[in-house]
């Protein structure tokens, strides 16, 4: 069974169960488990560019949406390294040594003339086209590494005009304009009762090509991820003698419920699970990647780095094994040179929402923002590098033609960690919901 996106807009008839039971029984603890190692905790982020698509009011001074950055003794030197963000295979290991020897980035003289040029060579390599996500300038003075476990994404009172603003740019700006549905994301509660702005959107979605389609849902279910972390999270109490975080059922049930959203929020959940399955897809398919040899999770301690990858690859194996799989050959399948221009226009939309992620003002939701959008962009770049990641070359003096840098690699693992915990805190709200029948 393929999750196919062919049809209409509820085409993809994936059987939740077995989608919950692999993430929650099988998945979920080993990625998690995974997530913890410091390889994957310290990601570097600018948080500071500024807004560049409107003046943003200011920083909105909500207590819970500070983040804490690290000082740079918290972090490995391994991961501190500056080519180390470059390159993660053999060639990161290769240049590093290089700069160490000849200071400042000169490649090592001992190297034979052919790796010599091939690793100036891919010193240059630059792989901005494929990107469907900006990535930050990792040297600027203004990145700095965050420790995720320390900051975590919940619930922090951002809400209103400004973080509607964002959602409605997200979708009416980037997600291929409706032209004939002015406003088709006005909050719900502005919402005509009868439903009929809503049906008009899914009207005219439904007329859209399969990729439009596809990619709204990608959105949406990212939006439902964000807003089950706040619902799962919540400040259940905050006074001076305690802080209470926990589940907040009627703020799941606002959001998420048929009747109280007129029907849209199971949509928003199936969204989500196609989402799940898109990430999914994305990991079974990188793995080639992360088996080169030459590829190390490196922070400097070879014994634990050497866990790690083992981890890792056994969770990249375990998302192959999975039987449901999306089926992306659906995508991008007409004309040739039609297909080319649309997956240049998704690309463009997508690298556009990414910018937009600089204009949210509450910092932690920034954050966390940031690090879905760039996930979300390396999986796409994944699905749509299938022949370079199979031709990827078995000796490291050939340029490879696919690359990840660690920022991608990190953003990747935890944007899907996002998922897949949302994915489980659906099995925590249908229990609770149930207690309480
Ligand atoms: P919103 O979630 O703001 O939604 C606006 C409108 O969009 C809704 O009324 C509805 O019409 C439509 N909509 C809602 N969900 C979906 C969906 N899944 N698919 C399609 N349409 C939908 N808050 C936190 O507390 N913690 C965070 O970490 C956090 N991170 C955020 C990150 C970003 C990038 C943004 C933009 C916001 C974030 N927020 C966060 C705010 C949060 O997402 C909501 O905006 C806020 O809680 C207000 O919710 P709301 O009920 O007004 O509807």
Request: with cysteine; charged share 25%.
């Amino acid at each position: 069974c393929f999750c196919q996106v062919t049809g209409n807009l509820d085409d993809c008839a994936c059987d939740v169960e077995t989608i919950d039971h692999f993430n929650n029984d099988q998945l979920f603890p080993k990625l998690q488990n995974l997530l913890e190692s410091d390889y994957f905790r310290f990601y570097k982020v600018n948080l500071n560019k500024p807004c560049p698509f409107w003046t943003s009011s200011s920083h909105c001074g909500l207590r819970h949406c500070a983040v804490k950055p690290c000082s740079p003794n918290e972090v490995p030197e391994g991961i501190r390294s500056p080519s180390h963000n470059k390159y993660s295979a053999d060639a990161n290991k290769q240049l590093e040594e290089c700069e160490k020897e000849q200071h400042l980035g000169a490649v090592d003289v001992s190297l034979s003339d052919e790796t010599r040029e091939a690793l100036l060579d891919w010193s240059k390599y630059d792989d901005e086209a494929e990107r469907f996500c900006v990535v930050d300038d990792e040297a600027s003075p203004d990145s700095q590494y965050v420790d995720l476990l320390l900051n975590p994404e919940r619930f922090t009172g951002y809400k209103g005009p400004e973080a509607w603003q964002i959602w409605n740019s997200i979708y009416e700006e980037n997600c291929f304009k409706p032209y004939t549905v002015k406003r088709p994301l006005l909050p719900d509660s502005f919402r005509s009762s009868s439903g009929g702005e809503a049906r008009k959107f899914y009207s005219w979605l439904d007329g859209q090509c399969v990729e439009k389609r596809a990619f709204y849902r990608l959105v949406s279910g990212l939006h439902a991820s964000i807003n089950i972390h706040l619902s799962a999270r919540y400040l259940l109490d905050d006074n001076w003698f305690q802080r209470e975080w926990g589940h907040n059922v009627t703020e799941f049930r606002q959001r998420f419920d048929s009747e109280l959203t007129a029907g849209e929020g199971p949509k928003r959940l199936r969204n989500l699970y196609f989402l799940y399955l898109i990430e999914l897809r994305a990991l079974a398919k990188v793995l080639p990647f992360f088996q080169q040899p030459s590829f190390h999770l490196y922070t400097g301690r070879p014994e634990e780095d050497k866990k790690h990858k083992e981890q890792l690859l056994q969770i990249l194996q375990l998302a192959r094994s999975f039987p449901l799989h999306f089926d992306e050959r659906s995508l991008f399948a007409g004309d040739e040179k039609e297909a080319a221009k649309l997956k240049e226009d998704i690309r463009l939309a997508f690298l556009n929402i990414s910018k937009i992620m600089d204009c949210v003002d509450c910092f932690k939701c920034r954050l966390w923002g940031k690090l879905q959008t760039q996930g979300l962009g390396t999986v796409l770049k994944i699905l749509f590098s299938e022949r370079q990641i199979e031709a990827l070359p078995m000796s490291s003096n050939q340029r490879p033609s696919f690359q990840l840098s660690r920022q991608e690699i990190v953003s990747l693992f935890n944007a899907f960690g996002r998922i897949s915990t949302s994915v489980r805190e659906l099995k925590n709200f249908r229990s609770m919901l149930a207690e309480e029948r």
